[in-house]
């Protein structure tokens, strides 16, 4: 049980020690708190659902090929 | 109508993983910054490209259990797919690099190992093209390929977690343990891993399906003629 709890607080603390370690790495807190992030995941959306909508496009355009080929 | 779930599930998750990778809270490091959310993109990429090497792998050994056009161009489809997806796995490598390590191409063992996976698989299709009788070149690249997929696992997932890498998860390098903890982060990375992966398995079948097509229809011309 003792033994136990050592490694509970040695991981407590690893934890914690951690953390307040990296409190101070420079994020892009500003971009975020401005709301601008939007703007970069509305853009990077538009382009991939684009894509996916050429995706579907040619998957249905080889379905009909299919049914049209000798059987 | 071949069922679409798959198609439709990939599409939900990747687009939850790029909302998800840009917006939601990511441990605080330095050296690594922001740049932690490229985790959800590059390494997909890679589980992507393990997942359509071993698939092109397994109809490979299916080619030289029972020869005929469908396992060959299975085989070779999931081989192209997957090197596409190996080399955005590179390239972004390259550009993340650049940014945590200092340069784009630093010679760390995973990213050496990594670019020899990519020739040798590289020479796959070198190897292909070079055979003009069908069959030989269907039996050649099938065992070449399983050469392929063995060569590539100790270069990518032993070697370099036997030397020292800077790459997290490579040898004396612990580095994304103490990301992979963080379960915010699976929360998004498990989910980016399987959308990829089904992606990549979309476009190799739209590929298999046009290869199969074209070659009925050059069989009924060579029946019509």
Same mark, same amino acid.
């Given at each position: 049980?003792?033994?136990?709890?050592?490694?509970?607080?040695?991981?407590?603390?690893?934890?914690?020690? #951690?953390?307040?370690?990296?409190? +101070?790495?420079?994020?892009? +807190?500003?971009?975020? #708190?401005?709301?601008?992030?939007?703007?970069?995941?509305?853009?990077?959306?538009?382009?991939?659902?684009?894509?996916?909508?050429?995706?579907?496009?040619? +998957?249905?355009?080889? #379905?009909?090929?299919?049914?049209?080929?000798?059987? | &109508? !071949?069922?679409?779930?798959? !198609?439709?599930?990939?599409?939900?998750?990747? %687009?939850?993983?790029?909302?998800?990778? /840009?917006?939601?809270?990511?441990?605080? /490091?330095?050296?690594?910054?922001?740049?932690?959310?490229? /985790?959800?993109?590059?390494?997909? &990429?890679? =589980?992507?490209?393990?997942?359509? =090497?071993?698939?092109?792998?397994?109809?490979?050994?299916?080619?030289?259990?029972?020869?005929?056009?469908?396992?060959?161009?299975?085989?070779?489809?999931?081989?192209?797919?997957?090197?596409?997806?190996?080399?955005?796995?590179? *390239?972004?490598?390259?550009?993340?690099?650049?940014?945590?390590?200092?340069?784009?191409?630093?010679?760390?063992?995973?990213?050496?190992?990594?670019?020899?996976?990519?020739?040798?698989?590289?020479?796959? =299709?070198?190897?292909?093209?070079?055979?003009?009788?069908?069959?030989?070149?269907?039996? /050649?690249?099938? %065992?070449?390929?399983? *050469?392929?997929?063995?060569?590539?696992?100790?270069?990518? *997932?032993?070697?370099?977690?036997?030397?020292?890498? &800077?790459?997290?998860?490579?040898?004396?390098?612990?580095?994304?343990?103490?990301?992979?903890?963080?379960? !915010? &982060?699976?929360?998004? =990375?498990?989910?980016?891993?399987?959308?990829?992966?089904?992606?990549?398995?979309?476009?190799?079948?739209?590929?298999?399906?046009?290869?199969?097509?074209?070659?009925?229809?050059?069989?009924?011309?060579?029946?019509?003629?």
């Amino acid at each position: 049980m003792k033994t136990h709890n050592k490694y509970l607080l040695l991981g407590l603390f690893l934890l914690i020690n #951690s953390a307040l370690a990296a409190q +101070d790495a420079e994020m892009a +807190d500003t971009l975020r #708190s401005e709301g601008k992030i939007f703007v970069v995941v509305a853009i990077i959306l538009v382009i991939f659902l684009g894509l996916i909508a050429l995706l579907i496009y040619t +998957d249905r355009k080889v #379905s009909r090929l299919e049914k049209r080929l000798p059987k | &109508m !071949k069922s679409n779930w798959w !198609k439709i599930l990939s599409i939900i998750l990747l %687009v939850y993983s790029i909302i998800g990778g /840009l917006l939601f809270a990511v441990p605080r /490091l330095n050296i690594v910054n922001e740049t932690i959310r490229a /985790l959800y993109f590059h390494v997909p &990429m890679w =589980f992507g490209m393990v997942v359509l =090497f071993l698939a092109s792998t397994i109809y490979a050994i299916k080619y030289l259990r029972n020869p005929n056009f469908q396992n060959d161009t299975y085989s070779v489809e999931f081989a192209n797919v997957g090197l596409v997806f190996g080399l955005l796995g590179i *390239f972004t490598g390259m550009i993340w690099a650049n940014y945590t390590w200092g340069s784009p191409w630093h010679g760390d063992p995973k990213q050496n190992g990594a670019a020899i996976a990519l020739l040798v698989y590289l020479a796959y =299709f070198i190897l292909r093209g070079s055979v003009n009788n069908e069959e030989q070149r269907a039996r /050649l690249s099938a %065992v070449y390929n399983i *050469f392929a997929f063995v060569a590539m696992v100790p270069l990518i *997932f032993i070697i370099p977690r036997m030397t020292s890498s &800077m790459h997290p998860g490579s040898g004396g390098n612990p580095g994304f343990n103490m990301y992979d903890l963080d379960s !915010k &982060m699976r929360m998004v =990375f498990y989910p980016a891993v399987i959308g990829w992966i089904l992606l990549g398995v979309w476009i190799a079948s739209l590929r298999i399906r046009m290869r199969i097509a074209e070659e009925k229809i050059i069989e009924s011309e060579n029946e019509n003629a």
